[in-house]
């Protein structure tokens, strides 16, 4: 079907609905990373859910993408994009998304969730797989009695945890959210991403908070997490030996939520 500029409101496609929302912001964090702001139509995706996603820059190619926030009725989404090595997609929307783009939104789906009688609850981040686990934290924030939750996020060097800022306020405000960083190196690499140090502030984790290795790493060095509802996402390779780990450490495979992109 055709869609002219004066239309208005969800789309009907066939037995899909299409939603519409413009981008207000498009923050380059890093070399390889933007997180993008839009407000738009209300799209009823659950927290933790991902959405298919179509921009101008290539309208009919999709992608799927996690809302780094909870719903929101006044229309507000926000994406974290980080460059897929080769994905020219991915590429053209980390450097050429600005204000005043219109994205099309369809398809929610996804089984990332915090059930309602989990008391402790441990989230595993690898980069970007950040944003769904934000949107849950937030949403966890709206609970009379939020679970006991420890997120542990990692990436290659320090300046990889491209949200540390936030997180580290979020623990200020959240007494029952712990934060852990976990980096592959620990000193960042000599060469400068001028994005980095444009935005660089001083909040953030400090080295000795840091533990080192991968999110792979964590099943051995605290598990059986075996009273606790574990959510991991991120790249399918990091994720998929993440899992495996943390069931051969002993967490039960049904306690297990995760999705690798």
């Known amino acids: 079907m055709t869609i002219g500029p004066d239309d208005t409101g969800p789309i009907a496609l066939g037995e899909a609905t299409e939603w519409t929302a413009t981008v207000v912001g498009a923050h380059r964090l890093r070399e390889d990373l933007a997180v993008v702001r839009l407000i738009g139509d209300f799209v009823p995706f659950a927290p933790g859910q991902s959405v298919e996603v179509r921009t101008p820059q290539h309208p009919t190619m999709i992608r799927r993408l996690y809302p780094a926030l909870p719903p929101s009725l006044d229309g507000k989404l926000e994406f974290h994009v980080r460059t897929v090595p080769g994905g020219w997609c991915s590429g053209s929307l980390v450097s050429d998304t ?24 441990v989230m595993i981040a690898d ?14 924030s709206r609970r009379a009695e939020p679970p006991t939750t420890h997120l542990f996020v990692g990436g290659r060097y320090p300046r990889d945890l491209y949200a540390s800022d936030m997180l580290y306020l979020l623990t200020g405000e959240l007494p029952w959210l712990t934060v852990i960083p976990v980096v592959q190196d620990e000193q960042d690499p000599a060469w400068t991403d001028t994005w980095y140090e444009s935005c ?14 991968t999110i792979a790493d964590i099943p051995m060095r605290f598990g059986p997490l ?32 995760y999705e690798g992109f």
């Open 98 to 121: 600005h204000p005043g783009d219109e994205w099309r939104i369809t398809a929610p789906a996804g089984w990332l969730a915090v059930e309602e009688d989990a008391t402790d609850v």
């Open 127 to 140: 980069g970007v797989g950040l944003a769904p686990l934000r949107a849950l934290l937030l949403d966890l």
């Open 200 to 213: 660089r502030v001083d909040i953030g984790f400090q080295q000795d908070e840091m533990l080192p290795g």
């Open 226 to 257: 075996d009273h606790h509802q574990v959510l991991v996402c991120g790249n399918s390779g990091p994720v998929q030996a993440t899992v495996e780990r943390l069931v051969a450490s002993g967490t039960p495979l049904d306690s297990i939520r």
